[in-house]
């Protein structure tokens, strides 16, 4: 497993939703080392940070293999940072990953916190008003870490995968549990007791306040 490329972004204007707002995600790949701080990556750009970046969100990995599926759906060879992910890792079925397993890229060491949850702004780079939906259909969604220890990181740099104690959900399962209408309330409960990111946490805590307050309702009658 290795660091296929570490990306960037600077800002850019974009139009989302008929407004032009200036974003961060179109990301380039860097030649030299970058370094890795509590806060994201030296230089990335984060115009949302209501709900992107911060301590939870620092870093967004994205896989080879899930853009190079992208790529043959699209029809139309994704580089890497398509997708605003600030590494693009070779070597790692994303599929299997678990919130609080460890990456070790580079000398600093991340720690998975939340699937990304597509938005208008990803629409708007793929130049697509339909691309929330597909992205959503397509079940991969790449995951933010926290930075556990800071470091730097430079594409071709080795990764090494750390299994995190306990079997928390994965991010797949996470991702899922957003768009569903009746969630379970034992998965609401296994994610909330996993090292999700803060600033997720208020909703899985609300879908189960929901799924109970549901449940004894039934109950009642």
């Given amino acids: 497993m290795h660091v296929l490329s570490v990306n960037v972004g600077t800002p850019q204007a974009l139009d989302i939703a008929g407004k032009p707002e200036t974003t961060g995600i179109h990301k380039s790949g860097q030649s030299g080392r970058v370094r890795v701080t509590s806060l994201g990556l030296v230089g990335d750009f984060v115009a949302d940070v209501e709900h992107h970046g911060g301590p939870d969100q620092a870093v ?23 997708f605003g992910e600030n590494l693009t890792v070779a070597g790692l079925d994303a599929s299997r990953v ?51 220890e800071e470091g730097d990181v430079a594409g071709g740099d080795a990764a090494s995968f750390e299994p995190g104690a306990g079997a928390h959900p994965t991010v797949n399962e996470l991702y899922d549990v957003w768009f569903e209408k009746t969630p379970d309330e034992a998965l609401l409960r296994r994610i909330l007791a996993a090292p999700v990111a803060a600033r997720a946490r208020p909703w899985y805590e609300e879908q189960l306040a929901g799924v109970v307050a549901s449940g004894a309702r039934v109950a009642t009658n």
């Fill in 60 to 82: 967004y990995v994205y896989t080879r293999d899930d853009l190079a599926w992208w790529s043959e759906r699209l029809g139309v060879e994704l580089a890497p940072g398509t």
């Fill in 98 to 148: 678990r919130i609080g397993d460890r990456l070790r890229v580079g000398t600093a060491l991340l720690e998975v916190t939340a699937p990304r949850i597509p938005c208008a702004t990803l629409a708007a780079r793929m130049n697509d008003l339909a691309f929330v939906r597909k992205f959503r259909e397509g079940g991969r969604p790449g995951f933010y870490t926290r930075v556990i």
